[in-house]
C-alpha cells in the first residue's frame, strides 16, 4: 500500500489543522493506521492510532486535542489537531500495518507515507 500525507501547514498557536492520508492499494479496510511526528533533531513519536476496527488511542499528551479518524470508503485517514502549540511542530507522518493490535512502535509499521510539515507559531 502506498500512503500520501497532507493538510500540513503554518498555524498559529490555539488554530487546528486537519492531515489526511490518503491510501492506494487494496484491503485499506484491514489496516491499522498510525501517526507519528518528528520534531527537528528529535526521535520520531507516536501520535495515534486507528485499528481495522475503529478503536482509537492518542497518548495522553495529545488525547485531549488530537482526534483520528477513517473513511474505509475513502482510503483516507484523518487526524484533527485541535488547540494546536509550538511543541506540535514537526513533520507528521502517516503509517499502516495489517496487523490487528494497537501499535506504538515505529518498527512495528510496514508503510509508511512521506510526511506533511506541521508548523504552529507563537
Not at 500525507?5 to 488554530?15: D, K
Not at 487546528?16 to 501517526?35: D, H, M
Not at 481495522?52 to 487526524?79: C, H, W
Amino acid at each position: 500500500v502506498q500512503l500520501q500525507a497532507s493538510g500540513g501547514g503554518l498555524v498559529q498557536a490555539g488554530g487546528s489543522l486537519r492531515l489526511s492520508c490518503a491510501a492506494s492499494g487494496r484491503g485499506f479496510s484491514s489496516y491499522g493506521l498510525g501517526w507519528f511526528r518528528q520534531a527537528p533533531g528529535k526521535e520520531r513519536e507516536f501520535v495515534g492510532i486507528i485499528t481495522r476496527y475503529g478503536f482509537t488511542y492518542v497518548p495522553g499528551s495529545m488525547k485531549s486535542r488530537f482526534t483520528i479518524s477513517r473513511d474505509n470508503a475513502k482510503n483516507t485517514v484523518y487526524l484533527q489537531m485541535n488547540s494546536l502549540k509550538p511543541e506540535d511542530t514537526g513533520i507528521y507522518y502517516c503509517a499502516a500495518d495489517d496487523g490487528s493490535g494497537v501499535r506504538t512502535g515505529v518498527r512495528e509499521y510496514r508503510y509508511w507515507g512521506q510526511g506533511t510539515q506541521v508548523t504552529v507559531s507563537s
